[in-house]
Nanobody
Framework: QVHLVESGGGSVQAGGSLRLSCAAS????????IGWLRQAPGKEREGVAG???????KYTDSVKGRFTISKDNAKNTLYLQMNSLKPEDTAMYYC???????????????????RGQGTQVTVSS
């Protein structure tokens, strides 16, 4: 059973940085498609970044060059390093895991993946 616990959210000023972590258990972590998605009040859920089972990465355009996704298979932990944060990055951030039978895409991970409880990121101007 997929179990995901996010941490690391908080409040920062624009231009600041945060590092999110997601501890995973209950499934063969290294083989799954994993990623981060976010949802702001009144907005649709958005896939932010993902890692395929082959280690390939994908990012939504708005975070390219600012966010970096990584994982530590030994620790079953997923990370999202967020730099140069903007007010529009404010949202609840979730990590998600998806069975590798799916074709890897941010949309698939955010739509069909099992999610954690989320961690809030607030960026003030």
């Amino acid at each position: 059973q997929v179990h995901l616990v996010e941490s690391g959210g908080g409040s920062v000023q624009a231009g600041g940085s945060l590092r999110l972590s997601c501890a995973a258990s209950g499934f063969p972590y290294s083989y799954y498609l994993i990623g981060w998605l976010r949802q702001a009040p009144g907005k649709e859920r958005e896939g932010v970044a993902g890692i395929g089972s082959d280690g390939s990465t994908k990012y939504t355009d708005s975070v390219k060059g600012r966010f970096t996704i990584s994982k530590d298979n030994a620790k079953n932990t997923l990370y999202l390093q967020m730099n140069s944060l903007k007010p529009e990055d404010t949202a609840m951030y979730y990590c998600a895991a998806l069975h590798p039978s799916f074709l890897f895409s941010l949309e698939a991970v955010s739509t069909f993946g099992n999610r954690g409880q989320g961690t809030q990121v607030t960026v003030s101007s």
